[in-house]
């Protein structure tokens, strides 16, 4: 069964960084296209980066150049290095796969917290 | 940055009414729409993808339509576990973005 299981979340000063990890079982991190979404408190959801099979890697404007998406092949495992973090980037971050060659999210982890306050 | 409307934000229904819920796009993006379930506390789950493909496992009251800029989602025979909060998602061009999300409560 396809599992996705996120740790890291904390609450975190201003300015300061965290690393979000994404363990996945039952299929590779590195055949298959993998994002990160976030959801703020009571609000919508919001598709933050993606890294492709080979190795590429996008992300929305309102992380560009403070997040940085990676992963660990031998460990099957994908990140988010949070940095530089705002009290609007307080938010439960999903990671969501999707199948490589198609763009739509067919399965998800539970979530992880990360609150930004000082 | 492509922007999707959803209609309603909010709807109240019995249980066996039909449901439809509507996604604009900014514009044009082909068939690349998707539509997301969200219930309180749960991360979201996959419904229809590719506009009206249906996602494996998802009963056969769901279904998609739609083209261009204008999608539908449409639940037939609304069931008490159906209420949650809807989102359609577009993958034309990044970034993906999310409709701001219809929420649906069971009377």
């Known amino acids: 069964e396809v599992q996705l299981v996120e740790s890291g979340g904390a609450l975190i000063q201003p300015g300061g960084s965290l690393r979000l990890s994404c363990a996945a079982s039952?299929?590779?991190?590195?055949?298959?296209?993998m994002n990160w979404v976030r959801q703020a408190p009571g609000k919508g959801l919001e598709w933050i980066s993606i890294i492709y099979s080979g190795g590429d890697t996008s992300y929305a404007d309102s992380v560009k150049g403070r997040f940085v998406i990676f992963r660990d092949s031998s460990k099957n495992t994908v990140y988010l290095q949070l940095n530089s973090l705002r009290a609007e980037d307080s938010a439960v971050y999903y990671c969501a796969r999707s199948p490589s060659g198609y763009y739509f999210f067919d399965n998800w982890g539970q979530g992880t917290l990360v609150t930004v306050s000082s | 940055e492509i922007v999707l409307t959803q209609s309603p934000d909010f709807q109240s229904v019995t249980p066996k009414e039909k449901l439809t819920i509507t996604c604009r796009a900014s514009?044009?993006?082909?068939?690349?729409l998707h539509w997301y379930q969200q219930k309180p506390g749960q991360s979201p789950k996959l419904l229809i993808k590719?506009?009206?493909q249906s996602f494996s496992g998802v009963p056969s009251r769901f279904s998609g339509s739609g083209s261009g800029t204008d999608f539908t989602l449409t639940i037939n025979s609304l069931e008490a576990e159906d209420a949650a909060t809807y989102y359609c998602?577009?993958?034309?061009?990044?970034?993906?973005?999310f409709g701001q999300g219809t929420k649906v409560e069971i009377k």
């Open positions: 998602h577009q993958s034309s061009s990044l970034p993906w973005t």
């Open positions: 039952a299929f590779s991190v590195s055949s298959n296209y």
């Open positions: 514009q044009s993006i082909g068939n690349s």
């Open positions: 590719y506009t009206s």
